[in-house]
């Protein structure tokens, strides 16, 4: 079945495949053009992902960082959203398969379907430590940490609470050292008052790192201010450990097994199945090749952007997977391909401009790498706020996600502390370990 | 297993099980008497439910109206909160159990757990058609109502269209009404911009009531104004309407089968378990007798507020299942077993001072009935906001709630409108039906 939105326009159809930085930005550069654009996205918002480890640590909710592709759009009559799964490409007849049965055709397809978390072979361990990549993963770490504090409150043996107050953060890029930042205020800071029987200031925050320093890709600069700021704040820093094995309720790192009640997985990305869509070669991300006016060769007509896609810079360097370069190359394939629909003009090579690099690690530090200069320390993090909130989409949001920063920032208080019903948490498996070793009759549960 | 948080002071322990308005008031009363304290919930928050329609309707989110019970409360030191869900009560031996083995010993327990939703012996509707009692069941609602246009949207004959579009909200209280006023308003003015292949305020949304007319509790004279504000906002109201049968996508009433993607319950709700926990004889509505000092007779120690109780006035008519009747016997009760404990005090009677009754219909459009006094309208509605804010828990959630509301008040949207993943749609089998009767291959998924 055609899902193509009625009534069907007279002129060239370009495909957009999902609503983040790159799909969105795509479609708002070739808004009002005499160009017809459906842009498809599973979910019905486009999620503002660089702040998700604050609903993750309760500090916002998920509609201050979401925004629905369809408000977003919607000035533009040209533009049509559909929320839908994408299933496959039928390249030769030129269609988008959409569901078990519909499908959408194009002129043009840009394939911007963002990335996945990368368990490098070791699948199994995605249902135990969750990326950090939707609302449903941000929910079920936060609901993990906060009931982790509420069983511990119940269990009367101090060796006996410490598992349900752990949590390890596996991966010490910028994701990795966010999470455990906000873990550890939120855990030391903003809970440390309410609970009787335990002390939140005692919750260990533990992040694992495979590598030789945490952040790579800032200088060692940065990176070292990073690790100081963090073993400061109570996060113990462990380099140089690949993690060997995760199980419910424990992570095995050099030998050591850790009892852990929450466990994050941010040891890199891979890209979502595009490549398979095509039928082409990807490289060892699974990112779709392309040249420099971001086309798929051999597939004509099909383009590819953000972490879909591997780029390169003029010298020939893999741009990272950053939104702001998802975003560059979604402003200019949307223009261009406007101009080359509009009027015949070729596409010119796309160049990407660094608006520097940033990391937040807590409470008034953050750091800032804009190539040649760099930023750390609360000048960096005044900035980093003021850079996100002009990044998210509209004024109410701006102004929502201002005022609970700054009360937050008043009070240490973060003001999303609610576990829904609907998270699932893996503490059950640490009660079970737990209640082997127990001997007031919980082992028999 | 005692779960009484450590440590366990010398002093008389009141368990007050339910952290909603009338358990929290109790709480609240006690701080720092001498006396311990242990309040029970089965979520870490209190939720402010006479805004829940508005996180069902995509207004507000559920941060906004969930207070954490451990902040609300953890100024007092001689209060315990304990997350669980309670099983039973151990009358004789004067525990509270919770879970599978644990329990806690009381002097005095206070039963404020509520009340569920009434099917009136038809628990299989209940899947299919949610209440509106907790955060789970508003995100539901919420992601039915948007997930059905982004599928009438999809579907191109307009006959198809409608079951997507349609809304039964059943029961013409003031959940029922809140609930039809707000469905309406978010298809009608939030959304009918948004969609190119639909037309949002074609949208139908259709009130139920058995009885003679709506809003009963209230005098004629504001339930007939809010039977024409509804009207006048595109809400079908059907009064002397009892429902027949549910199933997943249809409600039949009258024989006639109306199909529709979203069906809400507000038709009346029952205690909670409570009774069965004490093994008393129960109203009609499952709630507990009470003496006027709320007490339950035969069951030396223990206590019942809110809809758990079925208390009366001094001239013996029932009160109402009211947030504020719940409210003011938490705040009596709190005092009361304060002064007894203390200093031997006998429980003076309980009075309820009605604060009067409101609902709110839309946008400028509620209701306030003071006994004598009565009012509707604008001034209603802003009288009915002011309320409401000063009622929520907390500075920065009254400036955030007043902020989305003054913005949709400006603006019209909704900011919340997102789909999250866990949600389950009954729609599935409104499509299911949809394709049956359909010609271009859908009926053979």
Redesign the interface.
Same mark, same amino acid.
């Given at each position: &079945?055609d899902?193509t939105? +009625?009534p069907v326009h007279d002129c060239p159809h370009v495909v957009i495949v999902g609503g983040g930085f790159g799909g969105l930005a795509c479609a708002q550069a070739l808004g009002s053009k005499r160009v017809r654009v459906t842009i498809i996205d599973r979910?019905?918002?486009h999620l503002f992902v660089p702040l998700l480890y604050q609903v993750a640590t309760a500090a916002l909710?998920? +509609?201050?960082i979401?925004e629905?592709i369809?408000?977003v759009l919607?000035r533009h #009559?040209n533009v049509?959203v559909? &929320? =839908?799964e994408v299933s496959g490409i039928d390249v030769a007849s030129r269609r988008v398969l959409v569901g078990?049965? =519909?499908y959408i055709p194009y002129d043009r397809l840009v394939l911007a379907t963002g990335s996945v978390y990368n368990y490098f072979g070791n699948q199994r361990w995605a249902s135990v430590a969750p990326g950090l990549k939707?609302? +449903?993963d941000a929910?079920r770490i936060r609901a993990s940490v906060?009931?982790g504090l509420?069983r511990a409150?119940?269990t009367?043996d101090p060796d006996e609470q410490q598992p349900h107050m752990t949590s390890v953060i596996v991966g010490g890029g910028a994701t990795g050292v966010e999470m455990a930042g906000a873990i550890a205020e939120l855990t030391r800071c903003s809970?440390h008052?309410?609970?009787?029987?335990i002390d939140p200031t005692t919750a260990r925050t533990i992040l694992l790192e495979a590598g030789e320093r945490i952040l790579t890709p800032f200088p060692e600069e940065l990176a070292r201010y990073a690790h100081r700021r963090l073993e400061k704040m109570g996060v113990s820093v462990r380099v140089q450990s690949p993690v060997e094995n995760i199980s419910p309720g424990t992570v095995t790192v050099a030998g050591e097994v850790i009892p852990a009640c929450t466990i994050v997985w941010a040891a890199g990305i891979r890209a979502s199945p595009a490549a398979s869509w095509l039928d082409v070669e990807s490289d060892r991300l699974g990112r779709v090749p392309v040249d420099a006016t971001l086309a798929v060769e051999g597939r004509p007509g099909v383009f590819a952007i953000g972490d879909t896609a591997a780029a390169a810079d003029e010298d020939g360097r893999p741009l990272p997977g950053l939104a702001q370069v998802a975003r560059q190359q979604g402003t200019y394939l949307g223009q261009a391909l406007a101009a080359e629909l509009e009027s015949g003009t070729a596409l010119p090579p796309f160049r990407f401009r660094s608006r520097g690099n940033a990391a937040v690690v807590g409470r008034s530090a953050a750091l800032f790498d804009f190539g040649g200069h760099r930023l750390k320390g609360w000048i960096a993090w005044i900035l980093w706020a003021l850079v996100h909130v002009y990044l998210l989409v509209g004024f109410?949001?701006r102004?929502?996600v201002s005022? %609970?920063w700054f009360?937050q920032w008043l009070?240490y %208080?973060s =003001?999303?502390?609610?576990?829904? #019903?609907?998270e699932v948490c893996e503490t059950d498996a640490v009660e079970a370990a737990a209640s082997n070793a127990d001997d007031? =009759?919980?082992g028999?549960?």
């Open positions: &079945m899902l939105p +009625a979910h019905n918002y909710s998920p +509609a201050d979401a629905p369809r408000k919607r #009559d049509d559909v &929320m =839908g078990s049965d =519909g939707t609302v +449903a929910r906060l009931r509420e409150e119940l009367k809970l008052r309410d609970f009787r029987n109410e949001k102004l929502l005022i %609970q009360w009070t %208080q =003001g999303v502390r609610i576990i829904s #019903d609907e007031d =009759g919980r028999s549960r």
